[in-house]
């Protein structure tokens, strides 16, 4: 790029607009070239010193790089079951795991939007084989996979509820078609007429006798189908990092990070910053930090617990701005959701890489970045 004399994120913006031409029907929804310029915006991109060890603050060598990343997006297998119960409540339930990544709540607030009902008032059930199947936990699918399995089984649920209502004796819709009634706001009324002219779901079961009613739904796997995809679906981002640097000590800290996300309609927007803050801190400790040391006479591992393995403590991250452009995915599935689980470490390293050549002129090739590679 510089022997092109071209910026490189100009270069990357005009490279994304010509490929989303030449291959618009191959990409369902790419917005990589979103991310660069939104990132660049936030970080300041404009004010980049192109020459290396040029830019100073405060007595300190500042390097400034950036890197695009992209991560796979597709769909496991998932089945779940909802269920609406006569204390006003519901259950959502499946047999894959939340393993700190926010399962439960992403459930949750699926369940909440599609009933209508307050997120404390749901249960969620997981990690049981009595359950409906549920995929793993990796690739940055579950949330994706899940979508579809939630919302059809909440659709069933109502079915079934709707069913309820137009036959229990003592149901105010009694006699009437399950056709002519509708849900919303946890109640059921008639088509046309507002929510509140009708009767809790609650109400409605325990008119029937009945202590609930559910409904079953399922997401059909796009990760490892036979059939060949329509479209390629990834999720996108840029990552802008600042690095100083103190040559008089050989000292190199990252004092800055911008990252833009493109994964198209975040359903818990709160987890979805906090967990591209943790990848980007883990991005932190592989490129500064992170490396395993093996005893040359037997292959063990010789730094292997936390005193010995170093990785990236507070004082080593610096202020984490992430961003989100949504443009819904509705190919994955009707929410337009993407995982961001693994995306948010992609591209960290590079950026960090880049940086430190602009501040010091070297070219580092191999992680973790050491001090003995800067000093020459």
């Known amino acids: 790029m510089r022997h092109l004399g071209i910026e490189g994120n100009a270069l990357r913006c005009a490279k994304q607009l010509a490929d989303g031409v030449a291959h618009e029907d191959r990409a369902y929804t790419r917005h990589l070239k979103e991310c660069l310029s939104t990132g660049a915006q936030k970080f300041g991109w404009e004010k980049r010193d192109a020459r290396v060890g040029a830019m100073k603050r405060d007595g300190l060598t500042l390097g400034w790089g950036m890197a695009a990343c992209s991560w796979i997006a597709e769909r496991f297998a998932f089945d779940a079951r909802v269920e ?5 409540t519901a259950r959502v339930s499946t047999a894959t795991q939340d393993i700190g990544t926010g399962t439960y709540t992403i459930l949750a607030l699926l369940v909440s939007e599609r009933l209508g ?3 404390d008032k749901i249960e969620v059930a997981l990690g049981d ?3 409906p199947p549920g995929p793993l936990s990796g690739g940055s699918m579950v949330t994706a996979s899940a979508v579809h399995a939630v919302t059809e089984a909440a659709a069933k649920a109502i ?10 004796h003592g149901s105010k819709f009694a006699g009437r078609k399950a056709s002519e009634l509708e849900y919303s706001n946890a109640m059921v009324h008639a088509k046309g007429e507002s929510a509140s002219s009708g009767m809790p779901f609650a109400d409605l079961l325990r008119a029937g006798n009945l202590q ?4 079953a739904g399922s997401s059909q796997a796009t990760f490892g189908s036979a059939s060949k995809p329509k479209f390629s ?10 690095v100083t640097w103190q040559p008089e000590i050989a000292r190199l800290r990252v004092s800055r990070v911008v990252t833009v996300i493109d994964a198209g309609h975040i359903v818990n927007p709160l987890a979805g910053r906090n967990q591209i803050e943790g990848s980007v801190v883990m991005g932190i400790g592989m490129s ?12 063990a591992p010789i730094n292997s617990n936390l005193a010995d393995y170093i990785v990236a403590a507070n004082a080593d991250v610096p202020s984490l701005d992430v961003h989100f452009v949504e443009f819904p995915d509705t190919n994955l599935n009707e929410l337009g959701a993407r995982g961001i689980g693994e995306i948010g470490l992609a591209g960290v390293a590079a950026a960090i890489a880049n940086a430190v050549y602009h501040a010091t002129g070297v070219r580092v090739r191999e992680l973790p970045i050491k001090i003995e590679d800067l000093i020459v």
């Open 84 to 88: 609406l119960r006569g204390d006003g």
């Open 117 to 119: 009902l307050a997120v």
């Open 129 to 131: 084989t009595r359950l």
């Open 159 to 168: 079915d079934a509820l709707l069913a309820t209502a137009a036959k229990a």
């Open 212 to 215: 609930s009613v559910s409904g």
């Open 233 to 242: 679906s990834h999720s996108f981002g840029a990552q802008f990092v600042e």
């Open 288 to 299: 500064l930090f992170e490396e395993t040391s093996y005893d040359p006479r037997n292959g």
